[in-house]
């Protein structure tokens, strides 16, 4: 069998009845981490929906660690192990740092206090907000506490949907070195993201989307960002020749 | 003089507290569905009349030797509103729930009205009395004459407000609920039951009707006819205390008891009903987010 973690075979998704994503093939394995880039409007934000179960699939296959799951409800997927941190943040406004924590864990009281401390041990920052509710905190406290999680119940695939949007660029070279350091623990990382060469240096694997297809695919390291804006900007690929 | 005082707020809080029990039902539905559950004052009345049903059934000749009393019907009324309020989103709600927030509030109506008609069917429209919680009669402190009732009705209410407010803000239960009422599509994606929180929060919201309607059926006692007027007692305490903040409508409810009361005791009733709603224009002209509204902001 096939060792990856995500297969995506011919993936066509629609958000309100519009085509947001079409025929989408995406191999990443265990402990690989991917960036998908695009303008706005290009897919990114559609595609992890549609591997969560928030959008609609009208064809094609996900499958994790072998195990079909396109069909499963959005609850069903949380369950088999995908943490979503999705764009916006989406933090509830009225719970604590700590409830919003206690919230998504899945597990015995002991096993989920133990996994706070861990959490707060790894963001200080958010250890001491823990009693403020997450409308209180700032942009990049909702981020780091959006970031925790989708992680907190250690997932199998963590998808990440512009976890930088809105921040300072102090806050962004934070968030990038949190998710740099989830990444070093061994995690499964799709991300989505506009700005290029902060999360290049997460993706061992780069995709760029345009008008819902993959015009480019291939590794992080054999793609220089400024070729990578180009295609953002004009939506096709044009190798470079030296 | 001061005793009458003291009477007339002990009277004042304890329609509060009642009031608070319908109005906290009242938030809870609202935040988890986003729609207003018009039934909620009807759901008060059936819980009253169940409880005169209860009391006659428990003492029934040689059925249960102990006399009816309110604290031994609660329970029971809970639990069945309980079961009515999981039934009831079953049908007024789980069907319409991805149609606009008006498709629901307008099967809400049609379920009241058809709670209504059918219980007036049964018992017909003349008041129905229930039994007091403990027994009727007063206590004697000093100078003042406190009565029972009232105060059974103070310790109950605030003890099932204590129960909700531990519920919701103490227990994973609890959070979930908070969760799937703040955000249900993110909700799902953690991984919580989101149609299944939305059937408890109606459990609980009817389930404090019911309740709300037992503590009011020995005073007030209780007519087919009641839903409509607790329905707009909750719907003006839910406005001052802020739309979907629990301890602001809670408070609001004490308030609104308070002051129905007292300007009824000063004045008159009619006087009071109508200083009410003067009251809630008023706010929603000047602080039409509610007198405890929480200044809820997204940083982005």
Redesign the interface.
Known sequence: MNNATLIISNLNASHKREQTIRDIEITLKEHQSMVIFGATGAGKTSLLRAI?G?DKISSGTIQLNGQNFHTM???QR??LGIG?C?E?R?L????TVW??L???F?GKKAERDRRIDEIFHLLPALKIKKGDRA?S???GQ?QMLAIA?ATINKPKLILLDEPT??LSPIMIDEIMEIIGSIKDNGATILMAEQKIEPSLSIGDLVVVLSRGEIIYKGLGDDIDPDQIASMVMTGSFEPIHN | MLDISLQIILNGISLGCAYALITLGFVLVINAIGAVNFAQGDFVMAGGFLTVVLAEFMVADNFNPIRASGLIILPLVLISMACFGFLFSLIAYKPLKNRPPVTVFISTIAMGLIIQHSINAGFGPEPQIGPALISSGTITIGTLTISKQQISIILSASFLILCVGFLMNKT?LG??L??AS??S??????????PQCISITFSLAIALAGAAGLLLSNQFFVTTSDGGLYMLKAYIAVTLGGWGRLDGAVIAALAVGLFEVIMATLVSYVVAEALLFAALLLVLLFRPSGLFAEA?????
């Open positions: 969560m928030l409800s959005t609850r949380a369950h979503y999705p916006g989406r509830f406004p009225g719970l409830e919003t206690a919230v998504t899945n409308w905190l700032s942009g909702q999680r949007l809105g | 994973q959070r979930k908070r969760a703040q955000d599509e993110m909700a799902e994606s953690i991984g919580i039951n989101g809820i902001q997204r940083r982005t």
